[in-house]
């Protein structure tokens, strides 16, 4: 007997769940002061220029012929521009172009909607981290962005600068779009996001319900069944967007079905290694098996492309080498050729809730922020040249 209460498990548990929100609110006030609300950065000229798809000595000829509306200047004449200067700008140069969609290289009439999800079952493989930076680099370049978090971790929703226990008790997270009994329309549970052209469908735990209630969904034959839910929900918003991404959870659930079943290209993040090459043959195993059963039952399946993301890589790590070389071999084209490279930028950005191109260039070391904004870059701009070639161009 050690003389001490015992401790009742859930007692303890609520009290550590309290402790730890509190501290989190506490740490999104301390990074984003004064109302803990995220905010985006500016950007400079060279990084305008880039997104625009201009050379930077254009882009200082614009301003010089006043064509574009003028941007923050500093004492020293150095130009940022916000994400909202940058639409506008780009709208500019697009209504002066001789072919519109020069710049604005969203959907035409006739395009389908992009839907894109990022998964794999095995857990921290880097869908978070390589959904969020798609969906930003894309919003950067002009598209219109939905990002849509199943996952019930909801990681998707707190990068946005959201408690998800708290902050979608009232006005619903995707949950409520999914849900068999009276769901709501997916519109009603959007959000627009600090970012620029970037939307959010929350997620919460609330979300792992839809797991639980599929089971008797299907028993009492409650349409749409559950792999043809996720589209029925687009649907109602998908002519607002030209690319709608999904971060998905590391299980093959329902959730992740549905997502399946509604996208047009599949991203596999895999980390080189062996243990995670053959948990990644079982995923592909169990997905073909499960696929072939939601096919059977009628789900219509089309991708226009399925990638392999290789994350963390470190290139001068000789067995990494080797088991890249491996899935090349094994799978040519279908590996992308940029992989996300391991870094630290990356997973100190992760710290405040950020992403590499939320952070300030400044916080880091130059050539550790370079090298992974470079290869970021290098894998969104693949992901974007799929899309544009599903669209035929
Ligand atoms: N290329 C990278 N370099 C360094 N750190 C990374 C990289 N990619 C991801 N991370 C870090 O690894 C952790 C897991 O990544 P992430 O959350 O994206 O994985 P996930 O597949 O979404 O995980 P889960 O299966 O739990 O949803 C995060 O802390 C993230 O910051
Ligand atoms: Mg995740």
Known sequence: MTGTDPIHINTRIRENAQQLAGAL?????????????KQLRLFSAGEAADLLGISP??????????????????AGGRRSYSATDLAAIRKILDDSAKTPGTYLKGRRPGDKVQVLSFLNFKGGSGKTTSSIHAAQRLALKGYRVLAVDIDPQASLTTLFGYQPEFDFLHSGSVYDALRYDDPVPLSQVILKTYFEGLDLAPSGLMLQEFEHETPTALRNNIQPPFYARMAAALQEVEADYDVIIFDCPPQLGYLTLSALCASTGMLITVVPN???????????????????????????????????????????????????????????????????LKSTAISDAGLTQQTIYEVERGAFHRSTYDRAMESLNAVNDEIETLMQQAWGR
């Open 25 to 37: 609110e506490q740490h999104m006030l301390k990074s984003f002061a004064p109302d803990a609300r």
């Open 274 to 340: 062996m243990l995670d090459v053959a948990s990644m043959s079982q995923f592909l195993q169990m997905s073909a098996d499960l696929l072939d059963v939601v096919s059977n039952a009628g789900a219509q399946m089309e991708l226009d492309f399925l990638r392999f993301l290789i994350n963390r890589y470190e290139p001068s790590d000789g067995p990494q080498q080797q088991v890249v070389a491996f899935l090349r071999q094994l799978f040519g084209k279908e590996v992308m050729v940029s992989p996300m």
């Open 57 to 74: 000595s254009f882009l200082r000829k614009l301003h010089f012929e006043d064509r574009v509306p003028e941007v923050q200047t500093s």
